[in-house]
């Protein structure tokens, strides 16, 4: 499974961040690193394509993280 694919299938769960879709990630791949510099340009990468939105109410001034959450064409994306 692809890093894309894999980010896209968590984020149909739910709303989520990146470093934890990096805990997912490694999860599930029992322990297998993900360098979280390659979720961020991931999930940069999906939103550019318009597969997910990212939302930032709330966020902390400086932090570079944001609530992430599948769009509807991300989520038939994962579907097949």
Same mark, same amino acid.
């Given at each position: 499974?692809? %890093?894309?694919?894999?980010? $896209?299938? /968590?984020?149909?769960?739910?709303?989520?961040?990146?470093?934890?879709?990096?805990?997912? /990630?490694?999860?599930?791949?029992?322990?297998?690193? $993900?360098? %979280?510099?390659? %979720?961020?340009?991931? $999930?940069?990468?999906?939103?550019? !394509?318009?597969?997910?939105?990212? !939302? !930032?109410?709330?966020?902390?001034?400086?932090?570079?993280?944001?609530?992430?959450?599948?769009?509807?064409?991300?989520?038939?994306?994962?579907?097949?």
């Amino acid at each position: 499974m692809s %890093v894309r694919h894999a980010l $896209l299938a /968590f984020l149909s769960e739910g709303p989520n961040y990146g470093l934890q879709l990096r805990q997912e /990630f490694e999860e599930a791949r029992r322990g297998v690193p $993900l360098n %979280v510099g390659q %979720v961020y340009t991931t $999930l940069q990468r999906l939103e550019r !394509d318009e597969l997910i939105e990212s !939302d !930032d109410r709330g966020r902390t001034p400086g932090l570079k993280r944001c609530s992430t959450s599948p769009r509807r064409a991300g989520r038939s994306s994962t579907r097949g």
